[in-house]
C-alpha cells in the first residue's frame, strides 16, 4: 500500500505556512511566462487561481463550460464569509476560526490546512475590498459582520444575501482583466473530458468544445482542478443544474485518490420538493435560523390534517405544536448546526408528523414578528422572504415556511497535500473540489472562505514551488503521443455513448439514481441500506449502457450528449459514496450511520478505529477500488464529541 | 389546496445552428403543475420531445435560482416573461393559464448572436468586462479592508448596481439593442467606491470604446431596461456613466 | 487605448442630441410665450414682430436654430440607423411594452418625422412669407412681412390648418416629454432623486409650451 503523504511543514502549528513559504522553490519572472498552467473551472478558486496566476506572469488557460467564467455556482452563496479579523472586539482569532472549525468539521480535517485556511482568511478580506466587493458597511463606513452557525463570534462579512455573487464578480472582474492582458486565455462552454498523463506527470488536459463538439488537447506543464463538488450525484441538490463531478472523476481514474466521498452536507432549510417534475432545490439561508422557530405537528392527526388541505398551519394551537429542535437541544434551540437540525427534521418526518406530501416541516416567523414587530423582520429577510413567494406562492409574513433537508455541498473530494497537489504529480486540486479543510462537516460561510483561499493565497505558492523544477520540460505536441491516444479514448467513450441508442432519457435515469441516493445513502445510513444501495447503483449503471438514448449528432451543441457524459460518471461515484459510507463504522458530521448514535440519537465517532482520512484508489473497471488511510494527527486541539445540548 | 394542472400550446423559435434559418414549432404540453418554474416546464417538453425520438429544445440554464443569469429566454414579448424581478427560472406556471398559447424566443439582438434554438452568444459582455470592469489591483499588497471608511449609501448604492447578473434582458428589450445598462452597472458600482474611484475615467472610456466597437446600440433612454431588469437595476446608473464619460474626454 | 474624439462614441453623439435638443426647447419656449402675446393683443404681437424682423440678431438667432436642427436631425438619423442594425434581422414575433415604458421614448423618430412635415408647412406659411421676405424684399399677397397677425387670421379661420397643427403640436408635445428629461439624463445630469422631478418637469413644460401654442391657433380659428 502507498503511504500518503501530506507533506505538512515543519515547526510549530503557527509557523508551518511562514516555514513553507520561507523555503519553497520560486521561478523567476522571465521564466515564468515559459510555463503553461492549466485551470479547469471558473468558481472561486478557479477565477482567482487564473487571476492569481496570470498576474505572476504564467501562461494560464481557463476552462469553464458555462458561456461566461461569471456563472460558476459559487454564485449562489447567499450568507457570507467568514474571516478572523476580530473586528467586532468580540475575541475572535484565527487561533479561534481554526478551532471553530475542526470542531464544526467533526475532528476529521487535517490541522495544519485548517490553521493556513484561517491565517490567510483576513487577507480574502483585503483583497475583496480592493476590487471593489461592496461588502456590507455600519454607518461609520467600517465593514459590518453578522454571525452564523456554529461560532461564539460574529466574524461573517456579507454583501446583502448574496455574497457568493459579489465575491465570484471580484474574482471575475481580476480573470477578466488578465484575460485583457492576455497572460490567461479564457475557454468558455468547453469541457474538461480527461486528464492526460506523460511520464507520471500530469502534463494536460483533453476537452469537449460544447458548442461544435470538437475534442482538443491542450497541454499544461501543471493542472488545477477547481471544478465544484459532486452533490449532483443526488439530482436533486441546491447545486446548479451543471455541477458535475466529472473532472474529479476523471482525475480519479487516472490514480488520483478520492477522499472522504461519502461527507456530504445537508443543508436543513430547503424549499420542500413539490413535484416529480422537480428539477432543483432552492437554499433559504441559514440566517433565518436566527429568528425563526422551527416546528412540526404534536399530534399525527393534525399533521395528516394539514397534509390533505383540511387544516393549515394557523389552525394548530400553541400547545399543539412541537418545537422539537428546542425541546431537543435547548442549548442552541433552533441555531444547532447543520446536520444536526437536518436529522432532526427528518426524524420527525419519518415518524410521521411531515407536512406537504410528508416531506417538510415549518420554519415560522409568527414569533419574530410579534416581538421585533413586521418591519423588523422584512429589513432582516426581505429579499428571501421574496423568493420564497416567488417560488411557492406564500406569503411568510402570514404564514410560515415549509423547509426540508436537501444536498448541498460535498466536504469530500480529491485528495490533496499539503500543497493541494494530488497523488498525481502535477495536478493540482482547489476549492470544493478537494477534500482538505471541512472535515466531516462544513460550517456556513465557510466554502467561500476555502475556494478564495486556494485560489489567491496558497494555489499562487505551491504551484510555483511545483513549476520550479519544471523550467526545462518543453511545451509537448498535443497532436500526438499520449494527448491523441487519450482523444482518441475520449472519441470512443462520446461513440460508445452515442451509439447505444436505447429508450430512455439521461434525466430519467439520473432521477432513478437520485432516489437511490437519497433512499439508501442520504442522511441516515444503515448496512444494510448501503449494500443495497450499491446493488442498486450496479443495476441501473448497467441499464444506462444499454438503453440511454441520446438524441441529435455528437458533433454538435448536443446537450442531452454533455448530461449523459456527467451521468455515466455520478453512476460510478454514487458507488464510491454508497462504499465509504458503508467502510466508515462510525456516524461523524454529515455521514450518519444509524448503528452508531448515543442513547438520544446524536452522531457517536469511533475516534479509535476512524480518525483517518479515507482515500480510494481507483483499481480498474469493475474491481473494487484500494482504500489508503491517512491519520489524522490532533496536536493542537482535543478530540472530544460534540455537544448542542 | 388542490390547483388544476395546465394544458398548453408552446411557440418555440428552433434553429440548428448560427447560419441556419430559424423558425417556430408548435408544441402541445398536458398535465404541467402550476408550481413548477417555467424551465421545469421546459424539461418535461424536453422529456416528451426525446420519448417521441425527436431533438430536445436546447437553452441555457444553470442555478436555477435566479443569480447565476445564464436563462435567457423571451416569453410573451417579454424578457424573463410575464413576472416582476424574477429571471426565467424563477417564473413559475402559475402566471400561466390552463389553454395559454406561449411563445418562446431567444434574445434577439445583433450583439448576441443565436447558437442553437434559444441558446444565444453573450461572449460580448465578457469582452467589455475585460476592457476595463475592474480595479487594477494584483493578488496581496492590499491595504486592510477597514483602511478606507466608505460611506454607508454608497456601499449599498455600489451594492446595489453590482447586483446585475449579466443576463442580457436589457440588450434584448432595448429596440435599439443597448448595452447601457449593464456597462453602467458596472461603471457605477466601482465609480462609487473610493478602490474604482482610481481609475474611473480610464474604465469608462474604455468600456464605452468597447461597447461601441461591438456593434450594440445607443441608449434612447426608453428605460425598458429597467422595466425587464430581474434584478431591478437602475437606468440612473446610466446617467452616472454619462456623467462619468463625459467628464472623463472632457479632460482629454 | 487610442483615444478617438467625443463625437465618435455613442454618448458623444448623444450628448450633441441632447444639448440641440435642449437648445430647440428653449427656442420653443421662447416662440410660445411670444405667439401667446397675439391672444391678447394682436397689436403688440406685430411689434415683436417688427422687432425682430430681418434684423442681423434675428438673422443670426435663424441661422443658429437652422444649424442646430440640421445637427439634431442628421445625428437622430445616424443613431436611428445605428439602432436598428444593432437591433439584428430577427425580429421578436410578440412583444410586450412595459407600463413603465413611454409611447414617446420608443417612437422618437417617427415623431421627429412628423415634426419636421410640420415645420416645413410652418416654414412656408409665415417664415418665409415674413422673414425670408423682408431679406428678399418682396411683399406676399396675403400681408407685409412685419404683419404677423394677418397671417395668423389668414391660416387659422381655415379648419385643415387648425387640424394640422393641432396633429402636430400633438407630436411636439409627445417629443418634448420625453426629450426634456431624457437630455438631462444623457448628460450625466440625473440621478435617483432628480428622476421623476424631471420627468414631471418634462410633462409640465410640454404641456405649458404646446397649450400656448395650440391657444393662439384655437383663439384665431374663432376671432376669424
Redesign the interface.
Known sequence: MATLDSKIPEGHLFEKWSNYKAHQKLVNPANKRKLDVIVVGSGLAGASAAASLGELGFNVKCFCYQDSPRRAHSIAAQGGINAAKNYQNDGDSVYRLFYDTIKGGDYRAREANVYRLAEVSNNIIDQCVAQGVPFARDYGGLLANRSFGGAQVSRTFYAKGQTGQQLLLGAYSALSRQIGKGTVKMYTRTEMMDIVIVDGKCRGIVTRNLITGEIEAHFGHAVILATGGYGNVFFLSTNAMGSNGSAAWKAYKKGAYFANPCYVQIHPTCIPVHGEFQSKLTLMSESLRNDGRIWAPKKEEDAQAIREGKKKASDIPEEDRDFYLERRYPAFGNLVPRDVASRAAKERCDHGFGVENGGAVFLDFKYAIERLGKDVVEARYGNLFQMYEKITNDNPYETPMKIYPAIHYTMGGIWVDYELQTTIPGLFAAGEANFSDHGANRLGASALMQGLADGYFVIPYTVQNYLADELHTPRMDTNSGEFAKVKADVQAHIDELMNIKGTESVDSIHKRLGHIMWEHVGMGRTKEGLQEGIKQIQELRAEFWKNVRIPGNANELNVELEKANRVADFLELGELIARDALHREESCGGHFREEYQTEEGEALRQDDKFAYVGAWEYKGKDVEPELHKEELKFEFVELKQRNYK | MEVQNLDLTLKVWRQKGPKEQGHFETYSLKGISPNSSFLEMMDVLNEQLINEGKEPVAFDHDCREGICGMCSMYINGEAHGPDDHVTTCQLHMRKFKNGDTITVEPWRSAGFPVIKDLIVDRSAYDKIMQAGGFVSVNTGGVPDGNAIPIPKPDADEAMDAASCIGCGACVATCKNGSAMLFVSAKVSQLALLPQGKVEAARRAKAMVAKMDELGFGNCTNTGACEAQCPKGVSITNIARLNREFLCAKFQD | ?S??C?L????????LMSITGLFFVLFVAFHATMNAVHIFSPEDYNAICKFLGANWYALVGTGIIALGFIIHIVYATI?TI??R??????????????????WA??N?FALGVIIILGLGLHLYMFWAKMQLAEIAGFVDEIAGPADGSAFIFYWFSKPWVVVAYTIWLTALWFHLT?GF??A?????????TW?PRLKCLSDVLATIICLAFEAVVIAAFCMA
Do not use: C
Open positions: 487605448m483615444n478617438p467625443l465618435s462614441s455613442s454618448i458623444g453623439k448623444k450628448f443613431l445605428q439602432n442594425k444593432a437591433r439584428g434581422t430577427d425580429r421578436y414575433d410578440s412583444e410586450v411594452r412595459p407600463a413603465s415604458v413611454e421614448s420608443k422618437m420625453h428629461w431624457s438631462f439624463q444623457t448628460m450625466g445630469w440625473n440621478n435617483k428622476m
